[in-house]
Structure formats: C-alpha cells, structure tokens
C-alpha cells in the first residue's frame, strides 16, 4: 500500500472514531422550572434532566409535598395539627403524628443549644407584637410582660415514646414561623432525589435555598448571592451552593418604625423584645432545617456569640448594625 493510500486510511479511520465519539455524547439536559404560592411565600424550582415529562412530574411531586407540609405544620390554619396541638395541649398530652412529634425535637435541640434564643412558643410575642397576619405594632409594656409568661420552650413536654405533646403552662403557642419553609425545603429536596433529578435549585421565598448537585454549566455548584441588607441593589456576599441550603433572615424582611425606631419580626423570646445589634444573617449549612433556624440564633444572640458557638461545618455570614458584614470566625 502507498504511503498516500495509508494516510487515507487513517484518515478516514481517525473520522470513524471521532463521529463515533459524538454519538456517544451524552444528550442536552432539559431545564424545567416551575412556580407555586405555598405557606403565603413563592416557592420556585429550577431543574435538569434528560426527560422533560420527568422533571415535570418530579417538580410537581416537591410541590405537593410542601402543600401537605402546610397542612398540617401552619397555624394559621384551624385543622392543622400542629393548631390542634396549640388549643389542646394545655389541657393535657395530645397524640402527635411521628413526624411532627421528630420535628419539635429538632426543634427543642435548637432551643437549648441557641441558649433559647431560637423558641418555637414564641407565637404570643408574635401576636401581641403584631407580627401575627399583621406588619407590626407597638404594644404596651403591659401587654408584652403578659406575653413573655406564655413563651418557653422548656414547658413543652414531648413524650417521645408515646408521642404526645402536652404544655405546662396555659397560653403556650407554637409557631413554626422560623423553621417551617426550611423543614418544606428538606423535604421538597429529598422527593426530587428519590425521583431522580441530580440537579435542582429550590427556593422559599427567596430566604431558603437549597442546591441539589450543580447546573451542567458550573460544576462548583448553584450561584446565588447574599444582597446588602442596606441596599437591594448590591451585593454583599456570593457563593455556590452544591448539595447545601443556605437560609436569610434580615431585619429588611418584616419590620416597621415608631418613635423614630425600626422594630423587626425576628424576635428575642427571653427579652419578649424585637432583636436588636443585627441586621442580617446568612446560614450555609447540609441541611435547610439547620440554616433557618440557626440565622435566628446568630441574629439575636450577636457576633460574640455567634463566633463562640458556630457549630461545624456550618459557615454563618453576619451584618451588623454598626460594623461591616462578614463571615463569622474567617478571615
């Protein structure tokens, strides 16, 4: 054979391969994304996958779940479980479902590892406070001491073996305000893995997030940003966040002014008293359930604190309302 036939053959053996190669390419992921109004916030899930009808299905399963979620989680709505639990249980144990009966556990870990700045009784505050259906108002001294004597984690007593939920103290009131989009949110994550999806980013409200794998286009993982709680339109922070939540809690969400002073929702429950000293805080952390209720630990318990407890491997990004915004305890 001549040199030139060779090369020929060669040639035509190097295009064999390389069209083989290109048919071997994984096909173009499908982007699916979806919206839906759910616990009075907008949930939001951008999805890739192979199969459109897929992610369609796997994205309206996630929805649905945080629409069970609310039902029995919300106490704004009289035939949740958890507004069963609030009306009866200061007159004696209430049988709980296992699942909420888990949750209140979670929840009193956090109160006691947060020193009970994170309190899910906090409910009294919120109403008298006005933070309740409502933007804020200023209550009378009178009326917060009365609410402060129906708030304290440490009267809930959770029997775990025979699920029951039983208050030892009238008045007591749950909220789940500051841990139910982050709990939709796990839960949201975990029916889309089981569906299949490996790569999805969720969003509550624009405050709780939640990363699945990352986008085919940046394999560090989901971009997001962390605003300026001065100013919307800057920046103050940005991230990837890849099989991690990030939650937000800032003073700018829910707040309103009297006398010349901003009074915010996020609540200090053993001083019966809107947090003051911060502004915003930023939670990355594996699981959403952890970064929401942990941006109310560090909020209200400050950058001391916060640089003294930070549990690992969470990374906690804190504004101040007389210092700089930072990560806490990174340089």
Not at 198 to 220: H, K, N, Q
Request: include cysteine; glycine fraction near 10%; charged fraction near 25%.
């Amino acid at each position: 054979m001549s040199g030139r036939s060779l090369l020929l053959v060669c040639l035509a053996a190097a295009g064999a391969s390389l069209l083989g190669a290109q048919d071997n390419k994984p096909p173009a992921l499908e982007r699916y994304e979806a919206g839906a109004s759910i616990m009075g916030s907008t949930y939001t899930i951008a999805a890739f996958g192979e199969q459109r009808s897929q992610l369609a299905s796997a994205v309206r399963a996630a929805f649905d779940e945080a629409r069970r979620i609310d039902a029995f989680l919300s106490n704004y709505k009289d035939d949740s479980e958890l507004s069963r639990v609030n009306r009866k249980a200061a007159d004696g144990p209430v049988p709980v479902s296992k699942e909420l009966a888990d949750l209140l556990a979670r929840c009193l870990d956090y109160s006691k590892a947060s020193d009970g700045a994170f309190d899910i009784t906090v409910g009294a505050l919120m109403k008298v406070w006005g933070f309740y259906k409502g933007s804020g108002e200023l209550p009378y001294a009178w009326r917060i001491a009365g609410a402060r004597r129906k708030v304290g984690y440490q009267y809930i007593d959770l029997d775990r073996e025979h699920s029951t939920v039983r208050f030892e103290r009238e008045g007591l009131e749950l909220d789940p305000g500051g841990i139910g989009k982050g709990y939709a949110v796990d839960r949201m994550a975990a029916l889309l893995r089981q569906a299949g999806i490996r790569s999805a980013f969720i969003s509550a409200a624009g405050s709780s997030l939640y990363g699945i794998g990352a986008p085919p286009d940046e394999p560090r993982g989901w971009p997001v940003q962390i605003r300026d709680p001065n100013n919307a339109r800057q920046t103050a922070a940005q991230l990837h966040l890849k099989d991690q939540s990030l939650s937000t809690s800032g003073s700018y969400e829910k707040f309103f002014e009297a006398d010349g002073k901003i009074y915010s929702h996020i609540m200090d429950p053993r001083s019966g008293m809107p947090s003051q000293g911060v502004v915003s805080v930023s939670v990355l952390a594996p699981l959403t359930l952890d970064s929401e209720a942990w941006t109310k630990a560090f909020f209200v318990n400050g950058w001391q604190w916060s640089l003294k407890t930070k549990p690992e491997p969470f990374r906690a990004f804190l504004c101040r309302a007389d210092g700089p915004c930072a990560w806490v305890g990174e340089q």
